[in-house]
C-alpha cells in the first residue's frame, strides 16, 4: 500500500531564504508526482508535475526533482517570499494510474 | 477559460439531512474526482467518474454516500443522512483523459459542516 510522508510538518523561515521541502514514497511504481499549494480555507493549486521518467522539473523560482528508486521527491524554493507562505501537499499516481496519494503537507511560513 | 467549478463553496447542515455538493469541470474535460480532507489530515481519494459512468468508487463509504456524472450537468456528490464525522472539506478534480501524464486540475473546493 503506498503512504507518502511530508516532512517537516511545518517550516518557518526569513524571508530571502532558499528552503527544501521533503515528500517521500513508499511504492516507487509510480505514475508521477505532483506538488500543490493550499492556502487555507482555499483551493489547490498545482506547482509542479513530474513523470516517473523524468528527474526534474522547474518553474520560476520553483524547481522539483524526483528519486524513484529512493522514493523521494524535493520542492526547491528559492529567494523565498511571504507570499509564498501557505502548505505545500505532495501526490502521487501510482499503480491505479488516476488515484492520487497524498501526503499531510508542510505548512510553510516566510517572515518578513 | 473557466478552471473546475465547485458550489457550494460552504454548505451547512443539521444531522440526518442531505448534503448535495456539485461540480463543473474545466471544458473539455470528461474525468471528475472526487477527494475528502478531513480536519488535519491528507486528502483521500474517493471516486473517479467519467460521464454517465463510476468508474471507481473504492475511495467512498458504501453507505450514505453516492456520486454521478450525467451527461448534461455538473457532478454531484450525495450525502444522506449526514453525521458530525461528514464535516470536511471536499475537493472535486477533472482532467480531459484518464491518463497519467496529464495533471489533475482542482477546484476550490466545498466545506461541508455539520451541526
Known amino acids: 500500500k503506498q503512504e507518502v510522508t511530508q516532512i517537516p510538518a511545518a517550516l518557518s523561515v526569513p524571508e530571502g531564504e532558499n528552503l527544501v521541502l521533503n515528500c517521500s514514497f513508499t511504492?516507487?511504481?509510480?505514475?508521477?508526482l505532483q506538488w500543490f499549494r493550499q492556502d487555507p480555507g482555499k483551493g489547490l493549486t498545482s506547482l509542479l508535475l513530474?513523470?516517473?521518467s523524468q528527474r526534474e522539473q522547474t518553474s520560476g523560482r520553483l524547481n522539483a526533482s524526483l528519486d524513484k528508486s529512493s522514493g523521494r521527491s524535493t520542492l526547491y524554493i528559492a529567494a523565498s517570499q511571504p507570499g509564498d507562505s501557505a502548505t505545500y501537499l505532495c501526490a502521487v499516481n501510482g499503480a491505479s494510474n488516476y488515484q492520487l496519494i497524498w501526503g499531510a503537507g508542510t505548512k510553510l511560513i516566510i517572515k518578513p | 477559460n473557466a478552471g473546475v467549478m465547485q458550489n457550494p463553496r460552504h454548505l451547512v447542515r443539521r444531522r440526518g439531512q442531505e448534503a448535495r455538493l456539485r461540480c463543473s469541470p474545466m471544458k473539455g474535460h470528461s474525468h471528475v474526482y472526487w477527494y475528502r480532507q478531513l480536519p488535519e489530515e491528507g486528502l483521500k481519494f474517493m471516486v473517479y467518474?467519467?460521464?454517465?459512468?463510476?468508474?471507481?468508487e473504492s475511495g467512498m463509504p458504501k453507505e450514505r454516500f453516492s456520486a454521478e456524472f450525467p451527461k448534461e450537468g455538473p457532478s454531484i456528490l450525495r450525502i444522506q443522512q449526514v453525521v458530525r464525522g461528514d464535516s470536511a472539506a471536499y475537493f472535486c478534480?477533472?482532467?480531459?483523459?484518464?491518463?497519467?501524464?496529464?495533471?489533475?486540475?482542482f477546484g476550490d473546493g466545498t466545506r461541508l459542516s455539520i451541526l
Open positions: 513530474i513523470q516517473s
Open positions: 511504492d516507487s511504481a509510480i505514475y508521477n
Open positions: 467518474l467519467q460521464k454517465e459512468n463510476i468508474i471507481d
Open positions: 478534480a477533472s482532467s480531459p483523459t484518464g491518463v497519467s501524464n496529464q495533471p489533475q486540475h
